[in-house]
């Protein structure tokens, strides 16, 4: 709103000027916290901040969901390995698959890894069942 006196005008208090128009700054989605700053997408103003809804984090102009997102597992820009799942905020893998290193492997199967990671078969073995 605006109060006009004596042929000058000034916005009411608790808001700004902007172009033409008086806005509250501190709530205003598209002039969050002064003129022209816009919120991203998913995001709200309050209190002149743009923020995420309850549960979600901001990660750079983006609310995400650190306990899901595979490209913000438990924080900002960490990113599970190629076939893992960020759950809870941890990478990990789905299925039978084990988290060795970085990567899913069948431990039943993987010669670098048989049946716990890090356990190698010898050079004419094979891991079959957990076993070299």
Known sequence: EEVCEGGACECTEG???CGN???DTRQNDRNCGACGVTCGAGQFCRDGRCQCPSGLGLCGERCVDTRKDTQNCGACN???????VCTDGRCGCTGSLTLCGGQCVETDTDEQNCRTCGTRCGPSQQCVGGRC
């Open 78 to 84: 960490t990113r599970c390995g190629a076939n893992q």
């Open 21 to 23: 128009v008086c806005i």
């Open 15 to 17: 808001r700004e000027r």
